[in-house]
T-cell receptor
Framework: AQKITQTQPGMFVQEKEAVTLDCTYD???????LFWYKQPSSGEMIFLIY??????QNATEGRYSLNFQKARKSANLVISASQLGDSAMYFC??????????????FGKGITLSVRP | NAGVMQNPRHLVRRRGQEARLRCSPM?????VYWYRQLPEEGLKFMVY????????ESGMPKERFSAEFPKEGPSILRIQQVVRGDSAAYFC?????????????FGSGTRLTVV
């Protein structure tokens, strides 16, 4: 089974509206971390937001929030008040942590978001 | 306060040549990770190194690929006898000891094109 699943086709959103990008994950490790990264057309990887498996509250970072539903193993990214500069690829990633070992990130295939003016 | 520095940004190699990709981690970071991104794909883990040690190389192809992170100097990802299928973007990330909440800082990547 895939560890990180991002199945949405290309997403479109009107400027200033909110959009949700879906991510589901699969792990048997009780301790893990979930990340979202943005990759604009220039290619760099930009960290957006992090959610730890033991965090009681959903993470928020400015216009970004993470809708963390642990029982459903989903970690959807919500972008509020979309801007034209939000047009990019968005990747969900997971770090499984077993006493600090094996701490690589596993990425999903990504979702393309296009913001319409 | 420079971030993770990767060079070159773009690299063109003919089939059969060697490619050397460099990564200087953020100041204070002692852990380096290499990832490969094929077109229209997510990043795939290749190798995780600490200074002078390979911690996890489970994502490295068995042949032609090697990585090092010496005591002094940048981490190097070396691809010998490149083939067209090696064309990809190669990203390096670094993290401090213990990683913390955010953990990883990525470089801008090296785009390798094999002609």
């Amino acid at each position: 089974a895939q560890k990180i699943t991002q199945t949405q086709p290309g997403m479109f959103v009107q400027e200033k509206e909110a959009v949700t990008l879906d991510c589901t994950y699969d792990t048997s490790d009780p301790s893990y971390g979930l990340f979202w990264y943005k990759q604009p057309s220039s290619g760099e990887m930009i960290f957006l937001i992090y959610q730890g498996s033991y965090d009681q509250q959903n993470a928020t970072e400015g216009r970004y929030s993470l809708n963390f539903q642990k029982a459903r193993k989903s970690a959807n990214l919500v972008i509020s008040a979309s801007q034209l500069g939000d047009s990019a690829m968005y990747f969900c990633a997971m770090r499984e942590s077993a006493n600090g070992a094996n701490s690589k990130l596993t990425f999903g295939k990504g979702i393309t978001l296009s913001v319409r003016p | 306060n420079a971030g993770v520095m990767q060079n070159p940004r773009h690299l063109v190699r003919r089939r059969g040549q060697e490619a050397r990709l460099r990564c200087s981690p953020m100041k204070g970071h002692s852990h380096v990770y290499w990832y490969r991104q094929l077109p229209e794909e997510g990043l795939k883990f290749m190798v995780y190194l600490q200074k002078e040690n390979i911690i996890d190389e489970s994502g490295m192809p068995k042949e032609r690929f090697s990585a090092e992170f010496p005591k002094e100097g940048p981490s190097i990802l070396r691809i010998q006898q490149v083939v067209r299928g090696d064309s990809a973007a190669y990203f390096c990330a670094s993290s401090p000891q213990g990683q913390g909440t955010y953990g990883y800082t990525f470089g801008s990547g090296t785009r390798l094109t094999v002609v």
